[in-house]
C-alpha cells in the first residue's frame, strides 16, 4: 500500500496522521498474509524509527482497532496477531483463515462466500449476521507435497 493510500486511511478514520500511526498502519498493510504481533510490528518499525517504544506500538494499535482500521485475529498460538480490516469486499465481512496444520502457515481467503448461510440464518431465526470468524484447518500444498512423499517413501510421517 502506498504512503498515500495510508494518510487517506488515517484521515478518512479522522486521526492525525503521525509518522509512528503511519508507520504501524503501513507496516500492517504491506503484510497482509502475515498477521503480525505487536512484537513482530515493534521489530519492524524499530528500523525506521529506532525510538519508537514497544508500549507505543501497543498504543497505537489499539487506536487503530478502536477505529475499526485494523483487525485482531488469533490462532491456535496464543498470540494476538493484527490485520488490516478490509471492509471494503462486497459484504465487508471478514476474511477467512485457512491454517495448515503441518507447518503453521496461515493463508487469508479473499471470498466470503456464506451468502447463502447467512440468508439461512436470517430467513430460519431472523439473525442477522453481520460478521464472522471462519479457521479452517488442514494442509497446505507444500505439506500435502511432503506427505504424498513420505508416504511413497515407505517412511513414517
Ligand atoms: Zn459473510
Ligand atoms: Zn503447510
Ligand atoms: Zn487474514
Redesign the pocket.
Known amino acids: 500500500m502506498e504512503e498515500k493510500q495510508v494518510i487517506e486511511l488515517l484521515r478518512k478514520h479522522g486521526l492525525k496522521v503521525t509518522g509512528q500511526r503511519l508507520r504501524v498502519l503501513s507496516i500492517i498493510a504491506d503484510r ?2 502475515e ?1 503480525l504481533t505487536a512484537e513482530e510490528i515493534y521489530d519492524l518499525a524499530r528500523a525506521d524509527l529506532p525510538e519508537i517504544g514497544l508500549a507505543t506500538i501497543y498504543r497505537t494499535v489499539q487506536v487503530l482497532l478502536d477505529l475499526r482500521v485494523i ?1 485482531k ?1 488469533t490462532f491456535d498460538d496464543g498470540f494476538t ?1 493484527y ?1 488490516l480490516n ?1 471492509g471494503e469486499s462486497a459484504s465487508g465481512h ?4 485457512a491454517i495448515c496444520v503441518g507447518c503453521g502457515k ?4 479473499e471470498t466470503d462466500l456464506l451468502d447463502i448461510l447467512e440468508q439461512q440464518v436470517m430467513k430460519n431465526i431472523g439473525f442477522e449476521v453481520t460478521d464472522h470468524e471462519v479457521k479452517l484447518y488442514g494442509f497446505c500444498a507444500e505439506c500435502r507435497k511432503k506427505n504424498r512423499r513420505a508416504k511413497t517413501d515407505g517412511t513414517e510421517i
Do not use: G, K, Q
Open positions: 497482509p498474509d498477521h483487525n485475529v496477531r490485520e478490509d471478514r476474511h477467512h483463515h496461515i493463508y487469508s481467503l
